[in-house]
């Protein structure tokens, strides 16, 4: 066992100690040998001619002409140099010497000591920074996510990304090693990114793809390294060999890439959705820039938009993508965010077109594709940036920029805020109107109203006839929905529907500005805007005018018939306020309680020298108190019954059954065999209250000695049967208001329920109650609704 954790742990280290250690091979071999970027090829006549000079090389920097023959490198022909031999370039020398064409040749000497601040940055610096962050990335998951297997691969995947961008610089200087390392980190980085998804996700019990893919890239990865290794130790390599490995990686790339979309694709819709997208964008970015704008069109067509050198810093965005994964507490909307620059995207597509035509037409310089490629992605990017930045400048500084009069954006909070205080329409309309006369500067605002049956008008204020008449003709011919704006042809101004019910249209007219300018895109936007939140407050308002009306008629109505949804809220804000009072009681009084007795107690007990009617007095108060413990517990447990969600309603009324039968001289008798359904919480809480009111009327009026109660279900129906040997009661008698719990309190209840009651009873024969709870069995864990 102990082995056991020794070689995990031995196996956990290897890989970071590796990769240390070739990352310091690497730069030692960077540091050591200077970037020279001469490609060569042997003419019909023998001699080695320069193809090709490398950007930010040494030789970009040297008076060094395409064309030029190379006579000797270190002192030796060409064509007996190793880089030449194999690769086909100039690399690893000290002193090279050329000669262009027409011309003496040229001795260079101190390649080493002629390195460019370019080549520093490009292939120094900036490879030596990333795979610095890469390493301390993975130290930190390595620290903090010890037992985990995803966090493994992850490592893994850092490691290999950042050696592939380091041995880059070393594979360009014509190391076989180096080669080699940057073949095969290049290969597997998109089977090690997919391992770890994988790996991540089947911890959340999720996969979406066999771990065959990414095992199979591996194996091709090797093979086709094993290969290489072979050619380079038999000193030639195939001219089509780095063409076949580029393409092999953007194949890899697009599978992983296609993969992942397909993971967020079906889990966009649970949490894991922004990570995966998080993810997406930052390999995107990541990598497609090498991949569209070098790789592709430096194959394709012969030229690069954008350099490798350049491409390569997109690989910065990964780190910090996982990086902030790992950190963020709360992660940015990056829908939100993605929408946007979409959004800018377009909208920035003509003007960059237009500013390369533009550019291409009107100035004299032989502009290629290339630079024009150039030149648009470079606006576009621009155009994109300043328009982010120019919408959270504005937000951050709005308030300052502009006046408080034209503050639209305030004003309609303001409005928002202050309609709430009004309780009818006439005073919302008030508002409205001083609103828009205080924002806009308007000379005229009228508001009234027509009813659709009689085409009577209704108005708020005095307001000119034909005015109205060509508001109302102007909305009904342009067909004017709530907040559209509609410019008026005999007046000047514009009507604007603020409300719209069955029988009445309400209309907002508006004079023309003073300056005798038009509205402007945002005070039209801010006269639609807050149009519709005056419609919306209007509908309110007559909504809770019909409540109120139809509360007078319940109220004035001497039988009682309320609505089921009316007894549902009543009874609901009751069990709110029992629930309230028995937490104050429990809380407050009922701790005060224990508190005084349990100080009386230890007072008693303290003095004993004390007089013994004295005693016998202080013990007497003692009893009275706990015997108000009691009754405050037993208050408590009426208002809001213990356990009544967690036990259930069955254990509920039996433990409420055995309560009373304590407490009274009745014996009952139970019946719930043929009950076997879960209701909704508000049926299983109405059961209990009738039952409650039940036996306590039992034990208060009906001087019964048998109670019979049984529960059972019939079909999707719920059947409450209550039979007493009592004194009875006159069947004819109800009580007339909600103030007490008698027999129209549980009528109004089981009303509240959807249910139909019945009562068989006279006086000194007994009382029976049938209750019936009609599809309560069909509404299991569902709220009741109109």
């Known amino acids: ?241 780095p063409q076949f490995i580029s393409i092999l990686f953007i194949t890899y790339t697009c599978i992983a890439l296609f993969l992942i979309i397909i993971g967020y694709k079906r889990y966009r819709q649970t949490v894991y959705a922004p990570i995966l997208k998080y993810m997406l964008v930052g390999l995107f970015v990541s990598f497609m820039p090498f991949i569209l704008l070098y790789m592709l069109p430096n194959y394709l067509f012969g030229f690069q938009i954008l350099s490798g050198e350049a491409s390569a810093l997109f690989l910065m965005v990964m780190p910090f993508t996982f990086i902030y994964l790992i950190t963020a507490k709360r992660l940015l909307d990056i829908d939100f965010v993605m929408g946007r620059i979409r959004y800018y995207a377009y909208s920035s597509f003509i003007p960059t077109v237009l500013i390369v035509a533009l550019v291409g037409f009107t100035i004299d310089y032989p502009f290629s594709i290339q630079d024009l490629i150039q030149l648009g992605i470079g606006i576009l990017v621009v155009m994109i940036v300043f328009l982010y930045v120019k919408e959270i400048f504005n937000f951050q500084i709005q308030r300052n920029l502009f006046s408080e009069k034209k503050n639209y954006h305030q004003s309609l909070q303001r409005f928002v805020h202050e309609m709430k205080k009004e309780r009818d329409a006439v005073g919302l309309f008030k508002r409205l109107k001083r609103e828009l006369l205080d924002v806009l500067d308007l000379k005229e605002v009228y508001i009234f109203s027509q009813n659709t049956i009689s085409n009577y008008y209704c108005l708020y204020q005095e307001v000119p006839l034909s005015l109205m008449n060509e508001c109302v003709e102007r909305s009904k011919t342009v067909l004017g929905d709530v907040g559209n704006l509609v410019k008026l042809q005999e007046h000047e101004g514009y009507v604007l529907v603020i409300g719209h019910t069955v029988s009445k249209v309400t209309y907002l007219y508006i004079s023309e500005k003073p300056n005798r300018t038009q509205l402007n895109l945002d005070e039209r936007g801010y006269l639609q805007t807050i149009s519709y939140n005056t419609n919306i407050a209007h509908e309110n308002l007559l909504l809770i005018e019909d409540l109120f009306q139809e509360l007078q008629h319940v109220k004035n109505d001497r039988q009682q018939n309320y609505p089921a949804w009316l007894s549902r809220l009543l009874f609901s804000l009751a069990e709110h306020e029992r629930q309230q009072i028995a937490i104050d009681l429990h809380d407050s009084v009922l701790q005060e309680q224990l508190y005084l007795y349990r100080q009386m107690d230890d007072f008693v007990n303290r003095k004993r020298s004390m007089e013994p009617e004295v005693k016998n007095e202080m013990y007497s108060f003692k009893e009275q108190l706990l015997d108000n413990i009691h009754l405050i517990r037993e208050t408590c447990n009426e208002l809001r019954p213990p356990f009544l969600e967690e036990l259930g309603l069955i254990p509920s009324l039996q433990n409420l059954i055995n309560q009373y039968q304590l407490r009274s001289n009745y014996t009952v008798t139970f019946d719930s065999r043929a009950f076997q359904v879960e209701l909704n919480s508000q049926y299983v809480l109405g059961i209990y209250r009738i039952v409650q009111e039940l036996l306590t009327n039992a034990m208060k009026h009906s001087r019964a000695d048998k109670v019979f109660i049984m529960l059972y279900r019939e079909g999707s129906d719920i059947r409450l049967v209550y039979e007493d040997n009592g004194v009875g009661i006159n069947p004819n008698k109800r009580i007339e208001t909600y103030s007490h719990m008698g027999i129209s309190g549980i009528e109004q209840r089981v009303n509240g329920l959807n249910g139909e009651i019945s009562i068989q009873s006279a006086p000194k024969q007994g009382f029976q109650m049938y209750i019936t709870f009609f599809n309560a069995a069909n509404h299991e864990g569902e709220e009741l609704n109109d």
């Open 1 to 241: 066992m102990k082995k056991n954790k020794i070689l995990m742990r031995f196996r956990r280290y290897l890989f970071p100690i590796l990769f240390t250690l070739l990352s310091i091979y690497l730069i030692a071999v960077i540091l050591k040998i200077p970037y020279i970027g001469i490609d060569v090829k042997q003419t019909d006549a023998g001699w080695w001619e320069i193809v090709h000079i490398d950007k930010y090389s040494w030789a970009s920097n040297q008076d060094i002409k395409i064309g030029s023959e190379v006579i000797s490198i270190d002192g030796v022909e060409p064509s007996d140099y190793p880089t030449v031999q194999i690769y086909e370039n100039v690399e690893k020398a000290d002193k090279v010497k050329i000669r262009a064409s027409g011309e003496m040749s040229v001795h260079y000497t101190k390649i080493e000591d002629e390195v460019s601040l370019d080549q520093w940055l490009f292939y120094i610096i900036f490879p030596c920074s990333f795979m610095l962050i890469m390493l301390l990335l993975s130290l930190f998951i390595l620290f903090h996510k010890k037992q985990n297997e995803s966090g493994n691969r992850l490592i893994l995947f850092f490691l290999t990304v950042g050696l592939a961008y380091l041995s880059a610089s070393g594979s360009a200087r014509g190391d076989m090693i180096s080669t080699l390392v940057s073949t095969v980190t290049l290969l597997m980085g998109p089977s090690l990114l997919l391992h770890f998804v994988d790996s991540y996700f089947r911890d959340l019990q999720s996969r979406w793809y066999a771990s065959g893919v990414y095992n199979w890239m591996k194996i091709a990865a090797c093979v086709i390294v094993t290969y290489e290794a072979y050619c380079l130790i038999n000193g030639f390599y195939p001219d089509w060999y």
